[in-house]
């Protein structure tokens, strides 16, 4: 059976030999990638087709006055979009919004932070979508939390070379390629030098409730250097799979922080909204 090495060696011979292809493909993968961001965000891709028609020789103003507005608008419509993600539709939409923002004295970065709770049917009567928002800060907050409390866990856990393992009839314990832990915190611990005196493992036995038979079998781990570079692996592959858990908790942790923040944006500005009606019957 051939092994790892000799099925790995020919995937990173294949990716040096591909390199400059592979390159060109992540490359191209990213330029398409920000084209579809700039697009979905701003609505249009004027200004690409803008510098398109000057490289190949077109003009690039109208001579009708009419229709130079009309081109002035719709590349301030796309300015508009793309630099706050408000999506207006036309000039007066815009015009509407900053009376909005003005009038109410709402922070122009908190609309733009709460765009989705925002109700965009009719820009002459913006206001806060009908949202439990209480609830909302809550649940994104606990979430938060535990996302934080977890990726702190796994990065722990991704941190010493140890391997978090048990038996069926035993409790965890942490296994190197030198010695054995019971505790997360320390402790007694077991190495090859222990192993070879029954006292010792007699204690460790009754001391960590953990059955003799059982810390013989770690024992025969080091006494095998197959069963050390297994254990290696298995170490290897942990502190792998413990990373990509941290990483994954962080982005949610990220996720739940941005989403946290449209909430407190949104409760911002219907404050505001609530004082400018106070203020308007009095």
């Excluded at 609505?43 to 690039?60: E, P």
Aim: glycine share 2%; charged share 25%; net charge neutral.
């Amino acid at each position: 059976m051939p092994s790892q090495e000799q099925g790995i060696l020919p995937i990173i011979s294949w990716i040096m030999d591909n390199l400059t292809a592979l390159a060109s493909i992540a490359y191209a993968a990213t330029f398409i990638a920000f084209l579809l961001y700039v697009y979905t965000r701003a609505g249009s891709m004027h200004f690409l087709r803008d510098r398109i028609w000057r490289l190949m020789g077109g003009k690039s103003d109208f001579l009708i006055p009419d229709l130079q507005k009309l081109k002035l608008e719709a590349r301030e419509l796309e300015h508009f979009r793309f630099e706050f993600g408000i999506p207006a539709t036309t000039i007066r939409d815009i015009e509407q919004f900053e009376h909005w923002i003005s009038d109410n004295i709402i922070s122009l970065k908190d609309a733009a932070t709460a765009k989705e709770y925002i109700d965009w049917s009719d820009y002459n009567q913006l206001r806060i979508k009908e949202k439990n928002f209480t609830l909302l800060r809550k649940l994104f907050t606990y979430f938060g939390i535990f996302t934080l409390t977890s990726a702190a866990l796994f990065f722990f856990i991704a941190i010493p070379n140890y391997l978090m393992a048990s038996f069926e009839d035993s409790p965890f314990f942490y296994i190197s390629t030198k010695e054995t832990k019971f505790s997360i915190l320390g402790g007694d611990t077991l190495d090859s030098l222990s192993c070879k005196e029954k006292e010792v493992l007699s204690r460790l036995s009754q001391e960590n409730e953990f059955p003799l038979d059982r810390l013989q079998s770690i024992c025969s781990t080091y006494a095998s250097e197959e069963k050390i570079s297994l254990l290696k692996k298995r170490i290897s592959e942990q502190k792998s799979a413990a990373l990509a858990l941290a990483l994954f908790f962080v982005l949610l942790m990220i996720y739940f922080a941005r989403e946290s923040t449209k909430v407190f944006a949104a409760q911002r500005i219907q404050k505001n909204l609530e004082a400018k009606q106070i203020t308007a019957k009095n």
